[in-house]
């Protein structure tokens, strides 16, 4: 088969038979294809889309492209489920949910991504902590998922290693943002990890790929429709991604956040309300919990008396991390050597952020990739970040920026301020958890 023939399929609206996309992955994995026929692809496939048929096809195909992991065998005495992000910007919400949901007593196999486009990434976010396995062997992750309830990883050689692939060039290639590539992307994974189950977490909002609610909901229908052809029971939540979620976006930042949430030290309510909803949604998916009251009560109880902590000590540990790193985990996160305020010009109230233009800015301070392999600044981004609606004046700072420089601090300051908006009244209030889908 010639390449280029598909690739000219594909550019001129046509749909690949199931050859063409086994082929497309097969040199995927094999790295046989070459990342410039690969891009041209991802691109033709941006602009044309895929059908339902050809997007299951590519799911498929990709999933089945490595190992497949079974958990039979592993004497788990709960249901094993994992919630996934179609991505977004300070979203550390796997760090909070899979020790929360371990607690609760589920199996949480998360298998996440690096940084894709704008967003950040959950294995990236991982790797700030000293030690951390991101990805082990099997054997370990087994070993960690069956005695904790849970681990985080990311896409190790074998796993969706077609995926792994498509989406290193899908990040530096700006075709991340199509319905039938994200559907793959995601289920690939998924179903190569196994699971009983899958919630979703469909971003909607300016620093999501989809942008609007449509889209957001047909990202959904397409994952949930994909996902029932696999056998894969999923259910889909679309929250907001139109600000920063939490107070930090940055690797080592975030794992701090997470950190701080799980000792019980203060949370920002937009993040917890995410949390609670999609760690809930587990439990009912799983049948754990028969209604959302029973469920939102396991989940406080988890998060409460500490169980969910322990889950996310123990994860860290066995995964090669500290012993000590959640009692000492600013003593064993890097850190930026440029701590500086970011004041917006005007006085008001924060009424909206362009959240796209952050993760820029993220990515412009070291701790995002621009080109396939980039090495990462893991201490680099925004805390302290304000919330739309908060009050902002020449006192009180929009958010911190922590830079390796002084001049890459200075641009960030110019991007946050430029991706800021300010009102001389608050804006009005926005739901962060929009609404739910549980059926194609
Ligand atoms: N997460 C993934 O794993 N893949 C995508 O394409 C988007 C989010």
Request: aromatic share 4%; hydrophobic share 45%.
């Amino acid at each position: 088969m010639l390449f280029t023939d598909v690739i000219r399929k594909k550019r001129d609206g046509g749909e690949l038979s199931a050859d063409e996309i086994q082929y497309l992955v097969d040199g995927l994995a094999d790295g046989s294809l070459p990342a410039e026929q690969v891009s041209a692809l991802a691109m033709a496939i941006f602009l044309n889309s895929m059908s339902f048929d050809e997007a299951g096809l590519l799911t498929i195909a990709m999933a089945q492209s490595g190992s497949v992991l079974e958990w039979q065998d592993a004497g788990l005495d709960g249901p094993v489920v994992d919630k996934h992000s179609t991505g977004g910007v300070g979203d550390k919400v796997s760090f909070l949910l899979a020790p929360i949901a371990a607690a609760c007593g589920c199996y949480v196999p998360m298998i996440s991504g690096r940084g894709l486009g704008h967003t950040g990434g959950t294995t990236d976010k991982a790797e700030s902590i000293p030690g951390y396995q991101a990805t082990p062997d099997f054997a370990l992750f087994r070993k960690v998922v069956a005695s904790v309830g849970c681990a985080i990883i990311g896409q190790t050689a074998d796993l969706a290693p077609a995926d792994r692939r498509l989406y290193a060039i899908r990040d530096v290639t700006a075709t991340v943002e199509s319905v039938p590539l994200i559907t793959a992307s995601i289920l690939s994974k998924k179903i190569a990890a196994g699971l009983d189950g899958l919630v979703m977490d469909v971003k909607v909002g300016s620093g999501a790929f989809m942008q609007s609610m449509s889209r957001a909901e047909e990202l959904s229908r397409s994952i949930i429709g994909t996902a029932a052809r696999a056998g894969l029971k999923t259910h889909a939540v679309i929250t907001d991604m139109n600000e920063v979620l939490g107070y930090t976006a940055g690797n080592a930042l975030e794992i701090a956040e997470s950190v701080r949430y799980l000792r019980n030290e203060g949370s920002e309510a937009r993040l917890d309300e995410v949390v609670r909803a999609l760690t809930a949604e587990m439990l009912l998916l799983t049948g754990i919990e028969r209604d959302a009251a029973g469920a939102a009560k396991r989940v406080d109880e988890a998060i409460r008396s500490g169980a969910a902590a322990e889950r996310f000590a123990r994860m860290v540990a066995e995964l090669g991390g500290p012993a000590d790193f959640i009692d000492r985990y600013e003593h064993h996160l890097p850190t930026a050597p440029v701590i500086q305020p970011v004041y917006l010009e005007q006085d008001g109230y924060l009424h909206s952020m362009d959240t796209h233009a952050i993760g820029n800015a993220i990515i412009e301070l070291g701790g995002g990739r621009r080109v396939l392999g980039e090495a990462l600044d893991l201490a680099v981004g925004f805390s302290d970040f304000k919330q739309i609606g908060d009050a902002v004046d020449k006192q009180h700072p929009v958010a911190m920026v922590h830079a390796s420089t002084v001049e890459k601090a200075n641009q960030a300051v110019q991007r946050l301020r430029a991706a800021a908006a300010v009102s001389p009244v608050p804006p009005e209030a926005r739901a962060v958890v929009c609404r739910t889908i549980d059926a194609a």
